[in-house]
């Protein structure tokens, strides 16, 4: 390979590595600012109560504060209820439209001000990440066109995510525009895993460690579709026990989970069943794959992180959900569905490998 060629795919490979995780940060730090409840410390967006840097004291708002920026954000929300008409999504635009939470206006709060704030800092990095890797995917657009074209679907979905943020703030957190934003996250960090598998597949070329059978990945995608489905399941109890929450003035912790009821139990059955997917994947892959392979590490790193994913839901349940593990939880089931995704492209690479030496 031409050593230019080379030097742009390590730079390209190190770049959206680093873009990756930094989405993977902001995910926990997502995590950080619902399990505070800081999602409405800043009532206004892109600014926050209307300044570059917000304020560190209410003194510095005036004092209809709260009846200025209830007007803005359903302003919003009537554009956006208009939007989702012509879509064709009346039944969601009829649930925005007649949300009484909608009009409740948080009081000022520095901290969670402030924790909102970082939050935001931290997406308009992962934005500039996002144009470094679109620049340096043009540079490879002669090998493989599918770099570039795939890192300006990343662009647009970063772009589109940050919009959806917009309006999970003009709805005041409304949970399934909430549980919207957590996905478009997901898919942007596979596009993102995808073109960087697919520059390293260009500098290591295709050929595999050692073929697999079909049915390692396919059970394997099968784990994937099901902790997909656990994700949403969570963010459905996640909702439950805000309103559960808010009704209780944030104390009895130790009841919440209790009175979240059957959400919470088939939640809990869920990774009962995902633990025994994934126990039989492992089995095979341990068998059919070397020691030492990357297929072989990342799915030990992938129980691993089940394992400890499993261990903090047992700790929130049986712990009165201690704020400190909510955004943990939620970090490791992100990793879980990037280290699946991850180990697919793989196993797809040495499956195609087997196929053609058959």
């Not at 026990?241 to 989970?257: H, P, T, Y």
């Not at 349940?317 to 492209?345: E, T």
Request: proline fraction near 3%.
């Amino acid at each position: 390979m031409n050593p230019n060629t080379n030097k742009n795919l390590n730079s390209f490979r190190r770049w959206s590595t680093l873009t990756v995780i930094a989405v993977y940060f902001l995910i926990l730090v997502g995590g950080i600012v619902r399990s505070t409840g800081s999602g409405m410390g800043c009532p206004d967006w892109p600014k926050c109560f209307g300044s570059v840097i917000p304020p560190t004291s209410v003194d510095q708002l005036p004092k209809n504060y709260q009846e200025i920026y209830l007007e803005k954000r359903l302003a919003k929300n009537e554009r956006f209820v208009a939007t989702l008409e012509k879509l064709g999504f009346r039944e969601a635009a009829d649930q925005i439209a007649n949300d009484k939470s909608i009009l409740v206006e948080e009081e000022f709060n520095a901290t969670k001000t402030w924790i909102e704030y970082i939050n935001r800092l931290i997406g308009v990095v992962i934005g500039l990440l996002i144009i470094g890797t679109v620049v340096k995917s043009l540079k490879l657009w002669q090998i493989d066109k599918w770099i570039p074209l795939n890192s300006f679907l990343a662009l647009f979905l970063v772009l589109f995510t940050g919009w959806i943020g917009s309006i999970v703030v003009s709805t005041n957190l409304l949970h399934w525009m909430i549980t919207f934003h957590m996905l478009l996250a997901l898919a942007l960090v596979a596009v993102l895993l995808y073109i960087n598998h697919r520059s390293y597949r260009l500098m290591a070329g295709t050929n595999a460690e050692n073929p697999v059978p079909k049915k390692v990945k396919w059970i394997l995608v099968l784990g994937t579709v099901l902790m997909l489905i656990q994700v949403i399941l969570g963010t459905q109890v996640r909702e439950k026990i805000d309103q559960i929450s808010f009704a209780l003035g944030n104390m009895l912790r130790e009841e919440w989970v209790d009175r979240v009821g059957l959400d919470f139990l088939i939640h809990r059955s869920f990774s009962l069943l995902l633990l025994g997917i994934h126990l039989l994947y492992f089995f095979w892959a341990f068998k059919f794959t070397k020691r030492k392979s990357k297929v072989n590490l990342w799915s030990q790193l992938l129980m691993v992180v089940l394992l400890l994913e499993i261990g903090s839901g047992i700790g929130m349940a049986y712990f009165g959900i201690p704020a400190f593990l909510q955004p943990v939880h939620l970090l490791l089931g992100s990793l879980i569905l990037g280290i699946q995704f991850i180990l697919i492209l793989q196993l797809r690479d040495q499956i195609k490998v087997e196929f053609n030496t058959m």
